[in-house]
């Protein structure tokens, strides 16, 4: 029996990096210094606005350690569920002169320098939203962005941020993708204005929508899902994103927080969590976590850092990183029976090389597996992974052909069950 650890050596790097290479895009995936990126994301909304610099640094070590790579940022925080807007920063220093866009508070935004800084010290990229929560309370309620100044604003960000290399710009103000176009539009432009194209943009939706609504905008460089409370669309959504032409990489930015109170589906638990991640992941994209109290900053922010759920998606980065995991790709047929479906959905992917397929099973019901998928080897290795401790079980090794059942036999909600060729053809 062997234990995945929760924390992934070699992850964080010591010290600034000189020379840190953009993120890119190569198709279905992202691109860092010419290898694959492993997108693990999460949520800090608020770090510019609530949090101390000695506090902000805590977090993002802390976030380093644990296997993240991306950390979801808004410059000038709106409110959200049960928050007012806190657009200044801890120091009470406001983002706009006279409220303004289009002539922005340099005081402000040094403030984003420093956590930037902090960030890509720990070998950490911010995706920043320039301006967002309370469902666009900025534009559809207080109109202080207009098509105007969001443009000017966009361009002053641009060129201030243009040789920053770990920053991915977010459009966006938490509406539907189809309200304020125009304005979303404006945004994108002032911001390659500003830096020439340097940087991936995306556009981060509301709830239960996707940025794909501007999938074909040569500024879109990945496609955004926020599914909000209703966390069982994730699969099916992120399968969709795949599939569009041409092909871009796809993020769940946003599904419902652990421990988050405003959801109709609450309780969110690790459970809950996992699911999130491993259909993500399972229907070709990537993953973005969240905690209610981290990007809150309630009380009891620092005991959600260590959370079951953000230890969980360590351990979920631990079982793909050590597989060829860019070569995945969805694949429901490889269960033969029992996918199930909406809060009950079993997910699976194979690798287009043949020689390992993985499934998550979201609940404890059999499934039967067609060994087919296997095409590199006369015998197939299969392994139970518990995904709550990381812990791995082989089952045996099998002949590759035919349908075969599998019950769950751990002791967890869910399971992992790896596929791996055990000898070559």
Known sequence: MRRYTGLLAGVALAGALAAAPLLTTNG?????????????????????????????????????????????????????????AVSEDVEGTLPFLNWNPATPNEAFFKNIDRVLAVARSKNLILAILPCGGSSGAFVKKQQIFTEANVREYGRWLGRRYKDVPNLIWVNGFDLKSSEFPEITQALAAGLQEGDGGEHLITFHPGGG??????????????????????????????????????????????GAYEAGPE?????????????????????????????????????????????????????????????????????????????????????????????????????????TVDFGKITTSETVRATWINPETGESTVVGVFPNSGLRPFTPSLQSDDAVLLLEAASAR
């Open 263 to 367: 959801y109709p589906s609450r309780p969110i638990t690790p459970l809950i969590v996992r699911k999130q991640a491993w259909w993500a992941y399972l229907g070709g994209g990537f993953h973005t976590y969240g905690h209610n109290d981290m990007w809150r900053k309630n009380p009891t922010w620092r005991e959600s850092l260590d959370s079951p759920g953000a230890r969980q998606m360590g351990i979920l980065r631990q079982v793909l990183s050590a597989r060829t995991w860019w070569k995945l790709v969805p694949d429901q047929s490889v269960i033969a029976v029992g996918a199930g479906s909406d809060k009950d959905l079993n997910a699976a992917a194979r690798s287009t090389d043949g020689d390992w397929a993985i499934l998550y099973l979201s609940t404890r019901n059999p499934v």
């Open 28 to 84: 279905r995936y992202f691109v860092r210094n010419g290898e694959p990126f492993f997108w693990l994301g999460d949520t800090a909304w608020t770090i510019a606005n609530l949090y101390t610099p000695a506090e902000a640094e805590e977090y993002l070590d802390h976030r380093a350690r644990q296997g993240f790579s991306i950390i979801n940022v808004m410059m000038v925080f709106t409110g959200g569920p049960g928050m007012k």
């Open 209 to 254: 929508n996707s940025s794909s609504y501007f999938h074909t905008e040569k500024w879109l460089s990945y496609n955004t899902i926020q599914t909000w409370s209703d966390y069982w669309r994730i699969h099916p959504l992120v399968l969709a994103d795949y599939c569009r032409l041409p092909v871009k990489p796809v993020v769940l930015a946003e």
